[in-house]
């Protein structure tokens, strides 16, 4: 059972920074990926960062410059640097964990925190 646990969020000015951590437990398989989705109201989940076991990095174009993802893998947590707020990044927050298996079949593992809110006040 692989759990993940998040923390960090709340409210903030624009212009402001906020730092997520997200905490995983079980049974964790070493070659992984680690992200942060978010999820705005009335709007669909989208990707903001992610980060694999290796140190590869990927962003979305409207965080870039601003937020700055990295892992502990020692300590299966990934955090999520969050500076130059803007109230348009206000949303949950939800930390997600992947990896494939290969052998002896073929399988993805695929798990999500609970959410964190982050709310950006203009």
């Known amino acids: 059972q692989v759990q993940l646990v998040e923390s960090g969020g709340g409210l903030v000015q624009a212009g402001g920074s906020l730092r997520l951590s997200c905490a995983a437990s079980?049974?964790?398989?070493?070659?992984?990926?680690m992200a942060w989705y978010r999820q705005a109201p009335g709007k669909q989940r989208e990707l903001v960062a992610r980060?694999?076991?290796?140190?590869?990095?990927n962003y979305a174009d409207s965080v870039k410059g601003r937020f700055s993802i990295s892992r502990d893998n020692g300590k299966n947590t990934v955090y999520l640097q969050m500076n130059s707020l803007k109230p348009e990044d206000t949303a949950v927050y939800y930390c997600?964990?992947?990896?494939?298996?290969?052998?002896?079949?073929?399988?993805?593992?695929?798990?999500w925190g609970q959410g964190t809110q982050v709310t950006v006040s203009s």
């Open positions: 079980g049974s964790i398989f070493s070659i992984n990926t």
């Open positions: 980060i694999i076991s290796g140190g590869t990095t």
């Open positions: 997600n964990l992947r990896w494939v298996r290969v052998l002896p079949s073929r399988r993805e593992y695929d798990y």
